[in-house]
């Protein structure tokens, strides 16, 4: 249960970091509140995660998951560019996530 919890507050994660961008330094009151209830919505799931999870694994994964699909959907949504060194570091994410993975034991 602690891997879905996880898996709902990385799309917390994702929603909050785009959500910020659309808030236009939070004068725009919708984008604002959606924001605000995607980063609480985020803290408390991965909270629930990591009543199981050790928090090293739990947190990292949140953030380095949270920043991968961050990245993909600004570039789809906001039109941001996905370079050769973004690429080479989403690698490098995604390998860091497997072994954090397998090294918890699943």
């Known amino acids: 249960m602690a891997w879905f919890y996880l898996a709902i507050a990385i799309v917390f994660e994702i929603a909050f ?9 939070f004068t725009r009151l919708w ?3 959606f924001t605000l209830a995607a980063a609480a919505g985020g803290i408390y799931t ?14 990292t994964m949140w953030t ?16 941001e560019k996905i370079t050769v060194p973004k690429l080479v570091s989403f690698a490098a994410i995604i ?3 497997i072994t954090l993975k397998v090294a918890s034991g699943l």
Do not use: E, H
Not at 17 to 25: M, Y
Not at 49 to 59: E, P
């Open 46 to 59: 991965l909270s629930l995660a990591l009543r199981t999870l050790d928090v090293g694994v739990g947190y």
């Open 64 to 79: 380095g998951l949270g920043s991968i699909g961050t990245v993909i959907l600004g570039a789809l949504i906001y039109k």
């Open 31 to 33: 984008p604002s509140v």
């Open 95 to 97: 390998l860091g996530v």
């Open 17 to 25: 970091a785009l959500g910020t961008n659309a808030t236009k330094g």
